[in-house]
């Protein structure tokens, strides 16, 4: 089957002359091999696509609401870390965009959100402090930190991953409300993370980076199911039912 042209180049970019020959040209649906780095290829384009806006309701929610009150400071810091240094570690390893692209969008996100939750808590010195800490992190990692110590701090990134997304899990419980978290951004990051394990499989031999994204589809899982426990949950009315 022949393609336009402008198609076949894109195509063929994506997923590579003989993969596109074989699935394209020839209608070879037995190469389960090209079957299977074509569907990561489709999924990690849709990973980095969802991850540019995953998080944008969550920022509007605040932004509408005038309010972080739900949302572990903590948790975004952790996570904002962790998103740093995974992009820092794919760039210095050459690793496909399709691969990681979405920690980029991930970072720049968690920078806002973790800033908004400093400034709606009247913490102006801190939010300040904050965007300078993240911004000299950012810096330090892609062009100063030696290539030698960058698969010792992704390590870091799952005990990091874990840490990040406890505080947010707890507080969810303790408050049995999941208070100004979007529902929108759970849900997808779920989804984004799960996805991300079968291209990690798929297209690269990195049991680090394989390890870290089972541990971030489970963690996002947990959180997705207390989303849909405390569904209709507002803090407010929580408290209310204690005191009564």
């Known amino acids: 089957m022949q393609l336009p042209a402008p198609i076949k180049n894109s195509a063929t970019a994506l997923i590579g002359e003989q993969c596109y020959v074989s699935l394209m040209e020839e209608l070879d649906l037995s190469n389960v091999d090209c079957i299977k780095y074509t569907i990561s290829k489709g999924l990690g384009l849709g990973i980095v696509v969802g ?20 949302l572990s400071l903590m948790s975004y810091v952790l996570e904002t870390l962790s998103c740093i240094i ?12 399709s691969t990681y692209g979405e920690t980029a ?24 402090g904050t965007l300078i800490g993240f911004s000299a992190v950012i ?20 005990p990091l991953s874990l840490a990040s997304k406890v505080p947010q899990i707890y507080t969810n419980f303790a408050n049995k409300s999941t208070g100004q978290l979007s529902v929108f951004a759970v849900i997808n990051y779920f989804a984004g993370t799960t996805a991300r394990v079968f291209t990690t499989m798929t297209e690269l031999d990195d049991p680090l980076m394989l390890t870290g994204s089972v541990l971030a589809s489970v963690l996002n899982g947990i959180l997705a199911i207390q989303v849909f426990l405390y569904w209709g949950n507002k803090m407010a009315d929580v408290k209310q039912k204690k005191s009564e």
């Open 51 to 70: 991850g540019s806006i995953v998080k944008i309701p969550q920022i509007l929610t605040i932004l509408s609401s005038g309010s972080a009150r739900g």
């Open 86 to 97: 995974t992009f820092s570690y794919n760039v210095r390893h050459g690793n496909p965009f």
């Open 105 to 128: 969008f991930l970072t720049v996100q968690d920078i806002i959100i973790t800033l908004m939750i400093l400034y709606y808590a009247r913490q102006y010195g801190a939010t300040a």
């Open 139 to 158: 810096y330090g990692l892609i062009y100063m930190v030696p290539s030698v110590l960058m698969s010792s701090l992704y390590a870091a990134t799952i």
